[in-house]
């Protein structure tokens, strides 16, 4: 039987709208460009004055996109986390288990979370992010039931910040006898939290982190910090940007190179990286192709907006491995 991943995280749903108009942006105090995180009252006045744009939701988050990822490669996976009781709670809810996911959804009577990308008419993105829901899932949710049975258990960096819920995540899932994945998601929340995460090491399995979450965390260069991270987890990946990526398990290390694409988005990235390299581990793949297939879902999702792929590029990363 396939192993499986358990994912725990943000329930977000990203709206993508596209816009003719920069002064809507200066309406709302927007700057063109830029990433914030929004209140309620501002979430619901920008979806007023977007209402009358075209718009597309596809269920997002750190986590979920991994998860939603690992789903389309044919993974058993579940996730946990926290919606509204409303129509975006359950857009979230339906758009993972029809890929195959099981969700374990905790509604709060909080408007669900949402992730909005204005598209400006010459392509630049600016995003207004409204946790909400998504971030009243507490350690109190928590039981072992919910991780027994599963294989590894995926858990993304801004859970970190939540200290009791990101232990009692760790404690729980190694009780149930999973593996524990960490992909660090913002060298801001590794900076915050760092004698924690330094502390928790031993007990994760596999960590993901990019240049600057690396850097943050161990105050070294990638390669040194490969090498430290190596010490405590059984599998370190380091992504390194355009230079490709550092993976070592063991006395085993590997460099993985990219290749140059056509740069439209970069949003889910890492989450689609680490989609790739666990779906490769899964499949008993060797560490050069799990990064290597990590690579290539990392390289067709920032070809597009936003953090989904259609059909056509999931067969043909599926045709490339037949094993899947």
């Known amino acids: 039987m396939k192993k499986s991943v358990i994912g725990i995280g943000n ?12 002064n809507i942006l200066k309406e709302l105090n927007l700057p063109k460009g830029s990433m914030q995180l929004v209140d309620r009252e501002m ?25 939603h990822g690992l789903a389309k490669l044919g993974v058993p996976t579940g996730f946990i986390c926290y919606t509204g009781n409303d129509k975006v709670g359950a857009f979230f809810e339906d758009a993972m288990m029809s890929v195959g996911v099981k969700p374990v959804v905790f509604h709060s009577d909080t408007p669900s979370g949402t992730s909005r990308a204005i598209v400006s008419a010459d392509a ?6 409204y946790l909400g829901a998504a971030v009243e899932l507490t350690d109190s949710h928590l039981n072992l039931e919910q991780f027994k049975g599963w294989d590894y258990c995926y858990i993304e960096g801004y859970l970190i910040a939540n200290t009791s819920l990101f232990v009692k995540a760790v404690k729980l899932a190694k009780e149930a006898g999973c593996k524990v994945v960490l992909d660090l998601a913002s060298y801001n929340v590794v900076e915050s939290n760092r004698e924690l995460l ?5 007990e994760i399995d596999i960590v993901f982190a990019n240049e600057e979450e690396a850097k943050s965390l161990t105050m070294k260069s990638p390669e040194e910090s490969l090498e430290l991270l190596s010490q405590y987890v059984d599998i370190a990946v380091v992504k390194i940007g355009k230079r490709g990526s550092l993976i070592k398990r063991g ?5 993985i190179d990219c290749h140059k694409v056509s740069v439209v988005d970069t949003t889910g990235a890492g989450d689609m990286y680490a989609a790739g390299f666990l779906a490769g581990l899964i499949n008993g793949m060797s560490l050069k192709e799990c990064g290597e297939l990590g690579s290539i879902l990392a390289e067709n999702i920032i070809q597009v907006i936003g953090a989904k792929m259609d059909e056509s590029r999931w067969n043909n990363i599926k045709a490339l491995y037949p094993q899947i």
């Open 11 to 22: 329930a977000l749903v990203d709206i993508l709208t596209k816009i003719n108009d920069d």
């Open 43 to 67: 979430s619901d006045r920008i979806g007023e004055s977007l209402e009358s744009f075209e718009s597309s939701m596809a269920p997002g988050g750190s986590s979920a996109n991994t998860i």
């Open 124 to 129: 630049e993105r600016t995003f207004a992010t």
């Open 198 to 202: 330094l502390q928790m090491l031993p």
């Open 251 to 255: 006395d085993e290390m590997v460099h």
